[in-house]
Nanobody
Framework: QVQLVESGGGLVQAGDSLRLSCVAS????????MGWFRQAPGNEREFVAT????????AYADSVRGRFTISRDNVKNTVYLQMNSLKPEDTAVYYC???????????????????WGQGTQVTVST
């Protein structure tokens, strides 16, 4: 089992930045591919970013590429999502997730992730 706890959400204005954190406990964090997903009201949960177990490879949704950066610290058991140039359409509950083993080609699929945090709300005003 892996427990995930997100933090860092809040209410910001368009163009501002936020950094989300997700602390993992339980099994060996470094063995998991970690992802960030988000869900806006009335929408399905969608992929945002994912990072390999070593942190050497990352992938992003087209809507956030160039603005968001995912990173991880395997010593601190923490994955981060740095969000810059935020837009109102980024408003959602953001979830981190852990996948014990995943084919990198399918790492964008939420069904690949076994463990989820409770989510943190990000609201971007105009």
């Amino acid at each position: 089992q892996v427990q995930l706890v997100e933090s860092g959400g809040g209410l910001v204005q368009a163009g501002d930045s936020l950094r989300l954190s997700c602390v993992a406990s339980g099994r060996t964090f470094s063995g998991y591919v970690m992802g960030w997903f988000r869900q806006a009201p009335g929408n399905e949960r969608e992929f945002v970013a994912t990072i390999s177990w070593s942190g050497g490879v990352a992938a992003y949704a087209d809507s956030v590429r160039g603005r968001f950066t995912i990173s991880r610290d395997n010593v601190k058991n923490t994955v981060y999502l740095q969000m810059n140039s935020l837009k109102p359409e980024d408003t959602a509950v953001y979830y981190c997730a852990a996948a014990p083993s995943v084919n990198w080609a399918t790492a964008r699929r939420k069904t690949e992730y076994d463990y989820w945090g409770q989510g943190t709300q990000v609201t971007v005003s105009t």
